[in-house]
């Protein structure tokens, strides 16, 4: 890492996006040229050609006023068009397009939809025929014949469509697998998982009065041979008669299907259940004060992580051959009874003048649930014959992919992944190479998210190195390669590369110095970039898969309107930490007429913090806080400088990075935005008298930490959409970094604005959405009282009574933003 100021990389003009509507690709080699040295040179961008100036009512109206990009794009079948939605201006909905390689899009009829086939589309073992979903019915293309075959028409739901290894199809109906053999048509139904108990057999008379019954009445004995005899008459005709099958499968009361995977030779199933009883528990609920009957509604809400209860996954393997099922045990697993938190336990003992005692003790484990995935946690190899399952421990603290011993019944640990913070919940990418019995996988234990790959019966070999992450793998058939998504030559610049599985280095395949996604080509020719830079939205584009090849821009879809509006291009720089070596990324906007050099310590700035904790921000592509981004540019204009960090617990900067806030959450964030206003009065000519905060989320609760703890530093501050109080969280986010209050309340009452409320000196505006299902509004409520109670005079808040966690009306965005730049007016 570097310590040196970087601006934000140059795109060719080829990039400046023109016409609402999608056009006739263009050719973009120029951008694609040798990877540039970011880390050794200033790149800029100037400020967005136009010379329209941004208010705030344009920043805040409805996004359609910038064009309406390209959303969830994937190639056809076929690999010579790509599909993809565009949302209509005015309303809510979209239209999809068919472009042509080498020709301009399409709209596709409704009555055509259909025929489209989606992002979740599945391939024939030869690659002959495609599966897919649509609408809740099944479809399959056959690519040879060109022909579409509707396999489902009706009011069920059919869904998750795989091919077997005989190139039958099998599709999901709830709980129920259908298999159908396209040579013939016919359906049948492969295994039917019932969350009931089984049936129990006619049972024989087991008390003594019950037995002196059947014996003096015959009418009850004659009732209970009946019985017995249409039971065997039952059984007798299923086993002689290959028309009928009995294909159910019972998993036992008050169970919840987490996962199923069927092998594909289609004699094997993994299955995992959760306990219902445990995982419903007691909820909350969110009054709704703007209601069509003018009623008061009380929607239901998620649990507090406070409420929290213990729950575990329990893995089924059942064996389809002879309807043997097997529960799989954990105590195979390294680690599946250490007392992981002893040290924080013992802590919160000692406060309490106890002593606490380590023992041993099974630990809930349950399937992985990666926050971004489109994959299972149960993958099966090619051949059906081996599978692997992620495994997470509830306390956070481990992640398995273990296999299964069939003949044994048992798990098989092949990789343990601890950390004494929290596993990540994403960089989870696992799967079987296509030809061999061989792991991949993404760890982030070298510090930051690699690639490895493990053969069963060998070690685990780390296959990227390097201070990046990784992510977003795309194994090709072949086994030659597995592309991946990297920032390997900027933390904020992500481009698209391939690993030589056989052996050699890493290939950049795209040079566009800006934010990247990528899909490869069904034929896996040719891949499909989603690209955007600071100053353009995202757009597609095509290249060959290959390095230095020729990219193709195929969407122009920003308006005319944000072409002609003058924006200015932030600058990313390097803040230099007083907490460790890695600096801070900021972007940074400085004000129209700032002159370099410039001094007298006369600006005011404004620093913003981004939500999500977990999320990046400072990169060089087009941000999703667009709004926040044209707001910055409006407060440049009037002389603010502003800045926007990844403050520790950001994204895209490695392992430490993300976990330097466990267990103090809101401490290292404030200390990196000191760095930051000390960063500006060297740089920028700030004077820190004139410095104030804002952000929403998880930028409300930096915001509050911010004027809680450092007053000094902070002259206003406007809190979003705030956390006051993290034991009022969600769980799966708050006991990660956390853990949970009854274990480890320290950790709470250090990272919880409420405790640290008496802190407040200087103004700060509160604006609280009230159908927050995400962040309470209860969280300001209790907050506000306490002020009250504290006899603060300094705060104000605002109410937004339709608005949910993300606003959506535009007169809301625009009430908001009002309060918060007069907040700045009027107190820097």
């Not at 999703?624 to 960090?645: I, Q, T």
């Not at 007053?711 to 956390?738: C, K, M």
């Amino acid at each position: 890492m570097f310590h040196k100021t970087v601006l934000a990389a140059t795109i060719a003009s080829s990039f400046i996006l023109a016409g609402c509507q999608s056009t006739a690709p263009q050719s973009v080699a120029a951008v694609n040229a040798e990877p540039s040295t970011i880390e050794k040179q200033q790149v800029s961008t100037p400020a967005k050609p136009g010379s329209i100036a941004i208010t705030l009512e344009q920043a805040m109206a409805h996004p359609d006023w910038l064009g309406n990009q390209p959303e969830g794009a994937f190639w056809r079948a076929d690999s010579s068009a790509v599909i993809y939605q565009q949302k209509q201006q005015g309303n809510e909905l979209r239209d999809h397009y068919v472009q042509e390689l080498g020709n301009s899009a399409a709209v596709v009829p409704l009555n055509e939809l259909h025929t489209l086939g989606d992002d979740a589309a599945v391939m024939s073992k030869d690659q002959r025929l495609q599966a897919y979903q649509f609408e809740g019915d099944i479809f399959v293309k056959d690519l040879l014949n060109n022909t579409l075959i509707q396999i489902t028409k009706t009011s069920a739901f059919e869904s998750k469509p795989q091919f077997l290894n005989d190139n039958s199809l099998v599709y999901r109906v709830g709980n129920l697998f259908m298999q159908v053999d396209l040579s013939t048509g016919q359906h049948s139904e492969l295994v039917n998982l019932k969350l009931e108990d089984k049936p129990v057999k006619v049972s024989e008379p087991s008390s003594y009065i019950a037995k002196e019954q059947h014996k003096l009445i015959d009418y009850v004995a004659l009732q209970l041979k009946n019985k017995k005899d249409a039971v065997a008459r039952q059984q007798a005709l299923l086993d002689a008669n290959d028309a009928l099958v009995d294909a159910s499968i019972y998993l036992g009361e008050n169970k919840r299907l987490v996962d199923a995977q069927l092998s594909p030779d289609g004699t094997k199933l993994i299955v995992a259940l959760t306990d219902t009883r445990s995982w419903r528990g007691e909820g909350d609920i969110m009054p709704n004060y703007i209601t069509d009957d003018a009623g008061i509604d009380a929607v239901p809400a998620r649990r507090r992580v406070a409420d929290d209860k213990p729950q575990e996954t329990e893995l089924v393997y059942i064996d389809l051959d002879n309807k043997q099922k097997s529960t799989l045990t954990y105590n195979t697993l390294p680690g599946w009874d250490e007392d992981v938190l002893a040290e924080v336990k013992a802590e919160n003992y000692a406060r309490e003048g106890k002593k606490y005692k380590s023992e041993k003790k099974r630990r809930e484990i349950n399937l992985m649930m990666d926050w971004g995935w489109d994959q299972s946690a149960i993958v099966w190899n090619n051949a059906g014959t081996q599978v692997a399952v992620m495994l997470e421990a509830w306390d956070n603290k481990d992640r398995w992919i273990a296999t299964v011993d069939f003949n044994g019944k048992k798990l098989v640990n092949q990789h343990r992944l601890h950390d004494d913070a929290w596993v990540n919940y994403t960089f989870n990418d696992f799967g079987w190479l296509n030809n061999s019995d061989t792991l991949y996988y993404l760890s982030e234990q070298s510090g930051y998210s690699h690639i490895y790959t493990k053969a069963l019966d060998g070690k685990a070999i780390q296959r990227t190195r390097g201070a990046f992450e990784v992510s977003d793998l795309t194994l090709s058939n072949d086994d030659a390669y597995l592309y991946f998504k990297g920032n390997k030559k900027h933390p904020g610049i992500y481009e698209i590369y391939r690993l030589p599985l056989a052996g050699g280095d890493v290939e950049a395949l795209t040079d566009l110095n800006g934010m990247t996604d990528y899909v490869l080509s069904p034929d896996q020719s040719k891949l499909l970039l989603t690209h955007s830079t600071i100053m353009n939205p995202p757009e597609l584009f095509v290249m060959d898969a290959a390095p230095k090849a020729e990219v193709t821009q195929l969407t122009h879809t920003v308006s005319e309107q944000f072409k002609a509006t003058k924006l200015t291009a932030p600058k990313i720089v390097a803040v230099p930490s007083s907490h460790g070596e890695q600096p801070v990324y900021a972007k940074v906007y400085y004000p129209s007429d700032y002159v370099e050099g410039e001094s007298g310590k006369s600006r005011k700035a404004v620093i913003f913090n981004h939500g999500a904790g977990y999320l990046q921000n400072s990169h060089f592509g087009w941000s999703g806080y667009f709004r926040e981004f044209m707001f910055h540019s409006l407060l440049a204009d009037e002389g603010y400088v502003v800045m926007d960090m990844d403050y520790r617990a950001s994204k895209g900067y490695g392992r430490d990075w993300r976990t330097a806030i466990y267990r103090q959450m809101g401490t290292p964030e404030t200390q990196d935005l000191i760095d930051g206003v000390n960063w500006m009065a060297e740089h920028a000519n700030v004077d820190t008298g004139a410095v104030g905060t804002y952000g929403g989320s998880y930028g409300g609760f930096m915001t509050f930490m911010a004027l809680f703890t450092a007053p000094e530093v902070f002259q206003a501050g406007a809190a979003l959409r705030p956390v006051s109080d993290w034991a009022h969280y969600n769980a799966p986010y708050t006991s990660n970094i956390l853990n949970r209050p009854d274990v480890d309340p320290i950790a709470y009452e250090r990272s919880s604005p409420i405790y640290f409320a008496e802190g407040l000196q200087k103004p700060l505006l509160i604006n609280a959405p009230m159908v927050d299902d995400n962040v309470f509004f209860q969280d300001v409520v209790r907050l506000v009282q306490r002020f009250i109670e504290l006899e603060k005079e300094n705060f104000e808040t605002a109410i937004f009574p339709v608005e949910p966690h993300g606003f959506i009306q535009p007169s809301s965005w625009l009430d908001e933003y009002r309060r918060i730049h007069k907040l700045f007016k009027e107190n820097l």
